[in-house]
């Protein structure tokens, strides 16, 4: 992520990888929320069908605004 940072490298030897670290928790949250309140269907998925798509872990996703909906 961040190369030639020597800056970044001792941070991250002092306080260790925190952004790593959220991420990981951020991940464990989820799937036991998920265990205990599924995510919401949308409608017209048939079940069986994941109601939103996977995400590979760490990456942002973009998501499509519906038409009016007055966000930019």
Same mark, same amino acid.
């Given at each position: ?7 970044? %490298? /001792? #941070?991250?030897? !002092?306080?260790?990888? *925190?952004?790593?670290?959220? $991420?990981?928790?951020? %991940? /464990? #949250?989820?799937? !036991?929320?998920?265990? *205990?309140?599924?995510?919401? $269907? ?31």
């Amino acid at each position: 992520m961040f190369q030639d940072s020597p800056i970044y %490298d /001792r #941070l991250v030897a !002092e306080r260790g990888d *925190v952004p790593a670290g959220v $991420r990981r928790e951020a %991940d /464990r #949250l989820r799937r !036991e929320v998920e265990a *205990v309140i599924p995510p919401p $269907r949308s409608p017209g998925v048939p079940d069986g069908l994941p109601a939103v798509p996977p995400s590979r872990p760490g990456q942002w996703q973009r998501v499509q605004q519906l038409p009016g909906s007055g966000a930019p």
